[in-house]
């Protein structure tokens, strides 16, 4: 059965994360965990998140090539990052992951407003293989403490890549390879039980067209000003897990 709040929550959140790059996650668990057990979202979220990311890629594959060596080094760099962050998630309470990671993550935004607006300029990452392991190594933690991945690799690349879809594209197939690895960890670890497929008919929709909307709209508007939005939004992310945490 489609539940309207869980169809409005897909789309809002398919629509900001194709018009940034990233961001369904925070979306998608946050408010959904108001109406069912965060264990479920959790879990369900992996898989429709995974068709939203496959869904994206195809869309953007007719516009711009993949750049496969950065995606490459993304995805091995995450792969332990994955398994460290889950296994970390066992020994954290739900507040010391969210004060961690939010802090983090904040910084990561404010830092990266700052780049963008040439405060920054000697600090302002650069493309390099260590770097790129190093960001997808931070990003597979992420994604295997709390889902969350992008923050890493959408600072990475808003600061090394000038053209927004191929941004977009790299991290959606990023994020699908991702998805991928912790969908196995889920099902290593039993966590497939947790699979409700309410939320995933509730998804079938609202995901392409959140999806479309948002390519649509991110390209009436400068790329300068879409790449501070960026960095806007990821420190309020980082803001929000802190709030949501008791801290702030």
Known sequence: MIH??????????WF???FT????????VGILSLFHS????????ALINFMGTLFMSFSLL?????RWSILLQLIGGSIPGIFIGSYVLLLLSEREVKVLIGAFILLMGIYDLAVQKGKLENFKMS??????IGVGFIAGVFAGLIGMGGPPPVVYLNQI????????????????????FRLLSYQLQGGTQYIDTSLILSSVVAIPLGILLGL?????????????????SVALLGAGLLIESGLL
């Open 127 to 132: 493309e390099g293989t260590f770097t790129t």
């Open 216 to 232: 649509y709209l991110s390209r009436k508007i400068s790329t300068q000003s879409l790449k501070r939005f960026i960095s806007y």
């Open 161 to 180: 890549m000038k053209d927004i879809d191929q941004l977009k594209l790299t991290l959606s197939v990023f994020f699908t390879s991702n998805i991928c």
């Open 38 to 45: 965060p264990h479920t979202v959790i879990v369900s979220s």
């Open 62 to 66: 007719k516009l711009v090539k993949l």
């Open 16 to 18: 900001f994360q194709a």
């Open 4 to 13: 309207l709040i869980d169809f409005f929550v897909f789309f809002l959140a």
């Open 21 to 28: 790059g990233f961001g369904a996650g925070i979306f998608i």
